[in-house]
């Protein structure tokens, strides 16, 4: 049946809209994008009014729409661990009562208010939607599922199996109990934003050495040999305060939380190092029960903590399953798809149609919105700036590659925007990743961010053997594998000084690729290959022509503290108030020297919040 179902997640962070009709992803897009709120949490109508645009549908035409979580299951775990730790808990009633008894318990008449139509609605449970955003688009006819995240209704770990149309769960850890809250304790102690800030602590950790590991294996944490946990509440302030930590967690690491954009010192790099190992022995001592009780050679994987590249990289080293494939919107926002997955398969008989290349059906997850080019010409006379029109791909694939090999930085502005946190060709900043001083210029004149952070090597996919250690394919950046030694260049780590930015270490060459390579010889990696995106594929293939190395660098088209550009005014704005020499908005290239200095002073910029 070919049913159009709308999927919706929102109310906690990162709130997205997902379509689908017969089974088959037509769009999905986070609200931020177009809200320019970062992990918007509010109910998505940008993200829905697009995602009926591009299905070229009307409300009334759905057949369902379906919500990413259970609402009442939610309200019974609230109200349960609020009562279990009462009377300390009313700051924590005070906060999530607003939430579970306002909007989100109401979620349905909301949905018939904003599309002004009496549709069918429905509910899944969030870890269902995240396995089903996993299965679903996968390349496998059957695979075990493992989603991990902070918290859906109760459960925080699920186990279980995908085969044909059926999901079927297995096994699951409850909340108070969870890996994702383990990981965002430690997130919040060193000084950054839990809900966002989890992948600065996990590029933070190669920097440090996991001195602390013991203790959160002695203190924090129960493991046992089939992956499942327990955490001490004693030293966790999550389920009586509106904290993550508390005394007890302060006293076992030596003092206070890191304060927000102060120094960051040697006990911070140890803890994430520590706190990452520990979650590495969690993910993979979890895959193997998995693969032991399902006997299936096939993984897939969705949560938050599937966006721990590293941690998969390491199950995926370890041969634990023959293939691997991870939603690239792992988190909350790839619930809206999963839940409308879910319901198009288990609701709407809907039947999987494989890809006959064996690939996944996300379509390199470029499900957002796109501009013609006609659009961004319209937005461009209107503004006057000035441009030139590069129509042949070959020409403008050169003309990028070589602004790379000279040294410059580029926006790339090009087709449908992605869909999760990676910039994956179509919403990009590239830099060439031979240069010493690419990954600092980066970092500190174009995104604003903190230093240490690493950025990924966009690889040809037929390339990337030759120099990393991934023997697989990597297409949405969610494996990390290690450089090869015949790329590495001997590191002096120990006379290395810490000043506050790590720009002592950080500017030390680690391989001839040193713009991608992380301070333990490490690299997130995203394969490119030509059927997915063509024009990306297009331009590394010219900057390998022109320099002998078929690798660019790529990080996403933002600045700190925003969310990835989604129109071609989002693109200006972030070209103009950073030092990116060259803008590609589709087959329109911008020169910086080149604009009008009246575009060059305050009117473009806005105020962003340090993330």
Same mark, same amino acid.
């Given at each position: ?378 937005? &461009?006379?209107? @503004? *006057?700036?000035? +441009?030139?029109?590069?129509? $042949? ?5 050169? =003309? %990028? !590659? ?57 690889? &040809?996919?037929? @390339? *990337?053997?030759? +120099?990393?250690?991934?023997? $697989? ?5 969610? =494996? %990390? !594998? ?130």
């Amino acid at each position: 049946m070919n049913a159009t179902i709308l999927g919706i997640s929102a109310f906690y962070h990162d709130s997205a809209a997902a379509i689908i009709r017969g089974g088959e992803i037509v769009a999905a897009a986070q609200e931020e994008r177009f809200s320019r709120k970062k992990h918007d949490p509010r109910f998505p109508k940008k993200a829905v009014n697009y995602c009926l645009s591009e299905a070229f549908i009307e409300p009334d035409e759905l057949d369902a729409v379906v919500f990413y979580d259970h609402p009442l299951l939610t309200l019974d775990r609230v109200v349960k661990s609020i009562l279990s730790a009462a009377p300390r808990t009313e700051e924590q009633w005070m906060k999530a009562s607003r939430s579970i008894l306002g909007t989100k318990l109401f979620v349905s008449d909301l949905i018939r208010d904003t599309l002004k139509t009496d549709v069918k609605i429905l509910f899944t449970e969030h870890h269902a939607s995240h396995a089903a955003s996993a299965f679903y688009p996968s390349p496998f006819e059957e695979a075990a599922i493992l989603t991990m995240d902070g918290v859906g209704e109760w459960a925080t770990t699920t186990l279980g199996t995908g085969k044909g149309e059926s999901i079927r769960l297995l096994k699951e850890i409850n909340f108070p109990h969870s890996l994702g809250l383990l990981y965002s304790a430690f997130t919040y102690f060193c000084g950054f934003k839990v809900n966002s800030g989890e992948y600065k602590l996990m590029g933070l950790a190669p920097y440090g050495e996991p001195v602390y590991a013991s203790a959160i294996r002695d203190n924090l944490i129960d493991i046992k040999q089939d992956g499942s946990f327990r955490l001490n509440m004693e030293y966790f302030g999550y389920l009586d305060t509106n904290r993550m930590t508390n005394p007890k967690f302060t006293e076992l690491f030596g003092g206070e939380a890191r304060n927000p954009e102060s120094m960051i010192a040697k006990r911070e790099m140890d803890l994430a190092a520590s706190v990452q190992k520990v979650t590495e022995a969690v993910v993979s001592k979890t895959a193997r029960h998995l693969r032991e009780i399902t006997g299936m050679s096939n993984l897939v994987m969705a949560g938050g903590v599937a966006l721990n590249c590293v941690a998969n990289g390491l199950v995926q080293r370890e041969g634990i399953f023959d293939r691997i494939w991870i939603q690239p919107a792992a988190g909350d926002a790839g619930g809206s798809l999963g839940a409308a997955l879910l319901a198009s398969y288990e609701r709407f008989g809907a039947r999987r149609e494989r890809d006959p290349a064996g690939r996944d059906t996300q379509k390199g997850s470029y499900l957002g919105v796109g501009f013609s080019s006609d659009e961004v010409r319209a937005f &461009l006379d209107r @503004r *006057s700036l000035r +441009y030139s029109r590069v129509e $042949s791909l070959e020409d403008r694939a050169e =003309l %990028v !590659a070589k602004a790379l090999a000279e040294g410059r930085i580029v926006g790339f502005f090009s087709g449908r925007m992605e869909f999760g946190p990676r910039a994956l060709g179509a919403r990009s900043i590239l830099g060439d990743p031979r240069r010493k001083d690419t990954q600092a210029v980066m970092n500190l004149k174009i995104k604003y961010r903190e230093s240490f952070r690493p950025f990924a090597p966009s690889v &040809l996919a037929e @390339r *990337s053997n030759d +120099y990393f250690e991934l023997g $697989s394919e990597s297409p949405y950046m969610l =494996l %990390v !594998a290690p450089v090869k030694e015949e790329h590495r260049l001997p590191m002096d780590i120990d006379n290395f000084t810490q000043d506050d930015d790590l720009l002592a270490l950080v500017n030390q060459l680690r391989s001839d690729v040193p713009a991608v390579t992380h301070v333990d010889y490490s690299a997130r990696i995203q394969t490119v290959h030509k059927e997915t995106n063509p024009e990306y594929y297009a331009i590394i293939e010219a900057f390998e022509k022109f320099t002998g190395c078929p690798i660019v660098v790529n990080t996403s088209f933002n600045v700190r503290g925003e969310p990835i550009v989604c129109t071609p005014q989002d693109a200006y704005l972030c070209f103009m108030r950073t030092e990116i020499d060259l803008l590609v908005l589709n087959d329109c290239i911008l020169r910086k020297e080149a604009q009008p200095e009246a575009e060059k002073d305050e009117s473009w910029k806005v105020e962003f919040d340090p993330d």
